[in-house]
């Protein structure tokens, strides 16, 4: 009895937890660094990996799920080209967490629903309908020179078996 008590007040603390840090207050600061993260995805949704890459660091790198290995800005950029040619963004939902920001360098944790239309790579739709792919993120930027630019990021794909008070899981049912 008493632990199924604990677990109910822990469930219900989890869920109004995840539901204050998404209604969070942001500052001055901590909005400069979630426009920069919106300004990207709006970037990727239109396909403008121009405008992408000037909101990344010269620095940047991210771990390559596929390889292990840690890659640098220029192959990012290949593997963005890659993507993006074989695929449509139709829409894309950000949820926030939370945004840090310590000085000059800032952390933002979220999760992200892509509506993605698989492409044949030219272009053309191939049949079958769009895939909702959720992932969750966390972003690391510096200030420089006035401007918030990306240094890495890590992104982690959400599952059907997240728990029921899991940011993925509420992302996903959304």
């Known amino acids: 009895m008493r632990l199924n008590k604990f677990i109910s007040i822990a469930v219900s603390f989890g ?3 995840s539901q204050s840090v998404q209604a969070q207050q942001l500052n001055s600061a901590q909005r400069e660094v979630w426009q920069t993260v919106e300004t990207r995805w709006r970037a990727w949704q239109a396909d403008d990996l121009e405008k992408m890459l000037i909101l990344y660091h010269s620095r940047f790198h991210a771990w390559n799920r596929v390889t292990g290995r840690l890659d640098a800005q220029d192959a990012m950029l290949a ?3 890659t993507a993006l040619q074989s695929e449509k963004i139709l829409a894309v939902n950000l949820q926030p967490i939370a945004v ?3 000085g000059e360098f800032a952390a933002v944790f979220y999760v992200s629903r892509e509506t993605v239309k698989v492409t044949s790579g030219a272009g053309n739709e191939e049949g079958g309908p769009p895939n909702v792919v959720a ?3 966390s972003d690391y930027l510096v200030r420089e020179k006035g401007r918030w630019l990306f240094v890495g990021y890590n992104g982690v794909p959400c599952s059907q078996s997240e728990p029921a008070d899991s ?3 509420l992302s996903l049912e959304k």
């Open 167 to 169: 940011p993925c899981r």
């Open 135 to 137: 992932i969750r993120w």
């Open 79 to 81: 593997r963005w080209k």
């Open 15 to 17: 869920f109004m937890w």
């Open 100 to 102: 840090e920001v310590y």
